[in-house]
């Protein structure tokens, strides 16, 4: 019953979520404790369906630094979202915005920055095209690439 009650009371992703976390957990421990229950398969649908807001919570907090254009936060608050959730169902998204938010950073750079952080482009840009070569993304990212490359070659910058 405590479960259902916080599942009850769990707010959508814009929401803090801390109840969420805790109804995963009362869940769980549900789980834990009554394997062979007839609800078992109902409770582990109901933390999938907890867990996606815990994801869709973290991509939404990580975009809200893209959205301030705080590029440098934004790409380590997109990369913890990953790794804290790899199989989210924004990882298209993240990935194109990791690539997007290090771009920005870098074309706003002081000069002494841009170097490194032109490298981070590329870097992002050919994990994203790893994971998504036909991304509806892959355009854009391209002319970024181009921009980040020409700003390496006319700076003698080497490229790994």
Do not use: W
């Amino acid at each position: 019953m405590l479960a259902m009650c916080q599942y009850y009371l769990s707010p959508d992703a814009t929401r803090d979520q801390t109840i969420t976390a805790e109804a995963i957990i009362s869940f769980s421990e549900f789980i834990e404790r009554y394997p062979n229950s007839k609800r078992v398969e109902a409770f582990r649908e109901l933390i999938f369906e907890l867990t996606n807001r815990l994801k869709k919570k973290a991509y939404l907090n990580a975009y809200t630094y893209y959205k301030v254009q705080r590029y440098k936060s934004a790409v380590v608050a997109l990369r913890n979202a990953l790794k804290t959730y790899p199989d989210t169902p924004y990882r298209e998204e993240i990935l194109y915005l990791i690539t997007v938010s290090n771009f920005r950073l870098a074309h706003n750079s002081i000069e002494e920055k841009q170097g490194e952080r032109y490298l981070n482009v590329l870097d992002s840009y050919y994990s994203f095209i790893n994971e998504f070569p036909e991304s509806k993304h892959r355009k854009e990212l391209e002319r970024y690439t181009r921009e980040a490359k020409d700003f390496l070659d006319k700076n003698n910058i080497e490229k790994q």
